[in-house]
């Protein structure tokens, strides 16, 4: 079942600790309530029963500084017999601002945020930018939902006549129809500042990914300023499937050099043998032979 | 006469690859361009893991020798991952040793679908008939 944005309220309080928000038309059990809320400073800005799913906070210590937040939560039979809800800016001067939203066709489960939201920065008045919003990023969308877009800026000045229009994403789809729910100012820190909010939705059926957002940008008065934004998709859960094709690696066999039509043949290798002459000796033993001797005949001598 | 790998001698290499400790499977975030010749460990990789999910253990892996087309194939069971939010297109095939530096990458695979973007829900990979991917020999 597709989400349906059924309706919308909104509220803000100067120099408050909270913001009371007229609980929008027609709740019923089960449908997904979102808060979002702007505010000077921190800390965080809560609602009871409400669950925070992100924020983008400066806290620098001066009169840019801001806090950012989106919150949700299933509507039970307490919604439905409601009046309001009591958005609370935790300081006594903070003030704020606060858009509701109720949403239809939600099934169940754990809303998922797919967002992309800027680090806070800081603009001083000699570069206030025509357009405000962020490139670069990848949200996917899974399935149809509704894109939520929302930009804070906190000055150091109680009329910066800020405001924000054309709200715009960047997909292989075209840019959808946007709904601007707030574009407003309230004055916090007891009239010190100007805390101001935009937020304006699109549903979508689109599934490509978003890569930018932006907003352009008035102001009457340049001051150094602090600013915040996001952009959700808000889808139900979604499961993803794939497949691969099955990678196949030849082996690269290279190929040796070698001779064509050549036939070799061999000729009968005949090996001499040298057969060496050996050194000989002999010994012929020596046969004595007796010296020849004349015969001697003795005569006795006569005495 | 053909000049050609021997399927079997393929095999036991990518077993002993395999061995050295335990497949997983991770998706990979979709600005992850591989680098066959400097990805060699998940060390290597793991920066660019998509964000929001975890590494897959493999279950059921085999190498098979496929005689009839002269490869050895790489299969597993279809990996899946639960209640995940993020965004992938591809994923890497690698063995766990418990060291990041030591583990060894052993291949980057498309996804045919292209980018997928669960919202709290499965993301998961019906791994093609023939497996993720296969050795030729010639």
């Known amino acids: 079942m597709a989400l349906v944005v059924e309706s919308t309220s909104t509220n803000s309080s100067a120099n408050a600790a ?6 929008p038309s027609g709740v019923a059990t089960g449908d997904l309530l979102v808060i979002v809320a702007s505010k000077y ?5 809560t609602c009871s029963g409400f669950t925070e799913a992100f924020n983008v906070s400066r806290n620098v210590g001066n009169l840019t500084d801001f806090y950012l937040t989106i919150l949700w939560r299933i509507a039970d039979a307490s919604d439905v017999a409601a009046a309001n809800y009591s958005v609370q800016m935790a300081a006594n001067d903070d003030g704020g601002i606060a858009a509701m939203f109720r949403i239809s066709g939600w099934s169940g489960g754990t809303p998922s945020f797919i967002f992309s939201d800027s680090d806070s920065s800081l603009y001083t008045n000699a570069t206030t930018p025509a357009t405000l919003g962020m490139s670069g990023i ?3 969308r899974p399935s149809d939902g509704v894109l939520i877009m929302a930009h804070t800026i906190n000055v150091g000045n109680t009329a910066p006549g800020i405001s924000m229009a054309s709200y715009t994403v960047t997909s292989a789809d075209s840019n959808p129809s946007w709904t601007e729910l707030v574009d407003a100012s309230v004055n916090v820190n007891a009239n010190t500042a100007d805390n101001y909010l935009s937020v304006a939705y699109a549903p979508f059926t689109a599934n490509s990914i978003i890569t930018a957002y932006a907003a352009t940008l008035t102001e009457s008065t340049t001051v150094d300023f602090g600013w915040g934004s996001f952009l959700v998709a808000l889808c139900e859960p979604a499961a993803a499937t794939g497949t691969n094709a099955l990678l196949q690696v030849s082996p690269a066999i290279f190929a040796n050099s070698g001779m064509a039509d050549a036939t070799g043949t061999n000729a009968l290798l005949e090996v001499e043998p040298e057969i060496f002459t050996q050194n000989g000796t002999t010994t012929t033993p020596t046969v004595w032979q007796n010296e020849a001797q004349a015969t001697t005949e003795w005569i006795n001598e006569q005495l | 006469m053909a000049s050609t790998l021997h399927l079997r001698a393929l095999k036991t290499q990518l077993d002993a690859i395999l061995a050295l ?3 997983k499977l991770s998706f990979m975030a979709t600005t992850f361009t591989p680098d066959s010749v400097n990805d060699q460990y998940f060390s290597d990789i793991s920066a660019e893991v998509a964000s929001g999910t975890t590494a897959v253990t493999l279950a059921s892996v085999t190498t098979t020798i496929d005689g009839a087309n002269n490869r050895v194939e790489l299969d597993t069971a279809d990996p899946s991952l639960s209640t995940v939010t993020a965004t992938t297109n591809k994923y890497c095939l690698w063995v766990d040793t418990g060291v990041a530096s030591t583990s060894p990458v052993l291949a980057t695979i498309d ?7 669960p919202v709290a829900g499965t993301l998961s990979i019906t791994v093609n008939a023939e497996g993720h991917f296969a050795l030729k020999a010639v």
């Open chain 1, 18 to 23: 909270s913001v009371t928000v007229t609980k």
């Open chain 1, 41 to 45: 400073a921190s800390p965080a800005i």
């Open chain 1, 138 to 140: 990848e949200i996917v």
């Open chain 2, 21 to 23: 400790g335990t497949p």
């Open chain 2, 111 to 117: 996804i045919v679908e292209g980018t997928l973007g």
